[in-house]
């Protein structure tokens, strides 16, 4: 649906020390007039011939969304004439002006609405921090959708499918029937380059200000790009990094550590089995185990790289953001350096930390983003 985006849009980290070069603000202030251009009328779109509602088959679709009545198939038509009702569907109108951006073609007589149109139509029936999440997964590098046999799934070091600049475009240019100031509120602290939901979360967490249920550490940069000076690489284990969430001006790296290789109960009992001796041990327990412990190691080795250069590295793991209590101590782990970084006001921040209204609110807003999630994910 999208081309990659061109690696010069991955924003660069610098080391202490280093010039800095363009920053994350500088790329989204870079606006993109990308809705613009011709129009699908202009580009003579067979409107006669696109799959109205009459004749989409739900089963075409694999039934990938498991529609229900409360959650239904959104389906299209620039003729109000051709709808027909159907349970778990609901039926939206198109303009003909809309932008030839605006549908992608599947087959000749079946189209998809393009991401950021989809946005917008999300925005009416989403909490902020709910789209922001949606946003900020298809502004990374992951995807949270059904496998084909309809179980919850992941998939991982993908394309983003679109920009923030190329949302807020759309928004610039097509009406929506409610949602505008949802958008705007998701809008203020989505960020690109997120390679999991657990750092979109994180990202989340961290950024927001204290009053909305946040850390309020700013904007980090996820994933950006860190070249190891030449006169250093002979001293770490690689040339390039990608610090998962960077505050730059205070140099911290917060790392988090997925669950993905975490020992679930399942693992557990396996190991128990092949630790005692006991019948019935996984035949795969070895493989798993050797991957965990690989795993493992680099992470660490990771880690001792990332501070020899000079960041300041605060693991996070999936259970951390399962509890505000947990939560909170990682936030002052980021707190310290960022006041020895003269960024912050340690005794103050810590004392608004502790006030009961502002924990009330990240208890809030903490649950809001993991309700967002899949289950599988939370």
Avoid at 126 to 147: F, T, V, W
Avoid at 152 to 167: H, L, S
Avoid at 198 to 206: R, S
Wanted: glycine letters at 8%; one cysteine or more.
């Amino acid at each position: 649906m999208r081309l990659p985006l061109p690696e010069a849009e991955r924003p660069l980290v610098y080391l202490p020390g280093q010039a800095r070069g363009e920053q994350l603000e500088a790329l989204l202030a870079k606006e993109e007039d990308w809705w613009g251009g011709p129009t699908l009328d202009d580009e003579g779109f067979p409107f006669d011939k696109a799959e109205t509602n009459a004749a989409v088959d739900l089963h075409r679709l694999g039934d990938v969304g498991h529609f229900t009545k409360d959650a239904p198939l959104e389906l299209a038509v620039f003729d109000y004439a051709h709808r027909t009702t159907r349970k778990k569907t609901h039926i939206r109108a198109l303009s003909p002006q809309l932008s030839a951006q605006a549908l992608v073609c599947v087959d000749p007589t079946l189209y998809f609405a393009c991401p950021e149109l989809i946005v917008l139509q999300m925005a009416a029936r989403l909490s902020s921090e709910a789209l922001a999440m949606i946003i900020m997964e298809l502004c990374g590098s992951y995807s949270l959708a059904p496998d084909p046999d309809g179980k919850e799934g992941a998939t991982f070091d993908i394309a983003p499918v679109t920009t923030i600049n190329r949302i807020k475009s759309v928004a610039k240019h097509v009406r929506s029937r409610g949602g505008t100031e949802t958008l705007r509120q998701a809008l203020r602290y989505v960020l690109e380059g997120s390679a999991s939901p657990g750092e979109t979360t994180l990202a989340q967490m961290m950024s927001i200000p204290a009053e909305e249920g946040g850390y309020g550490f700013g904007r980090p940069i996820l994933n950006g790009k860190l070249e190891v000076p030449v006169e250093l690489q002979g001293c770490v284990s690689g040339g390039v990094y990608y610090p998962d969430l960077f505050l730059q001006d205070a140099y911290v790296d917060l790392e988090y550590q997925s669950a993905e290789f975490h020992l679930d109960p399942v693992a557990a009992a396996s190991l128990t089995i092949a630790r005692e001796g006991l019948p019935n041990a996984d035949p795969g327990l070895s493989a798993w185990r050797i991957a965990f412990i690989a795993k493992g190691d680099a992470d660490l080795r990771r880690m001792r790289d990332l501070q020899f250069l000079g960041l300041h590295v605060v693991p996070v793991t999936n259970y951390d953001l399962k509890d505000i209590y947990r939560l909170d101590k990682v936030a002052c782990a980021v707190a310290r350096h960022l006041d020895a970084a003269g960024l912050l006001n340690w005794e103050s921040w810590h004392e608004s930390l502790e006030a009961s209204g502002y924990r009330g609110s990240r208890v809030r807003l903490l649950r809001h983003l993991r309700l967002a999630l899949p289950p599988s994910a939370r």
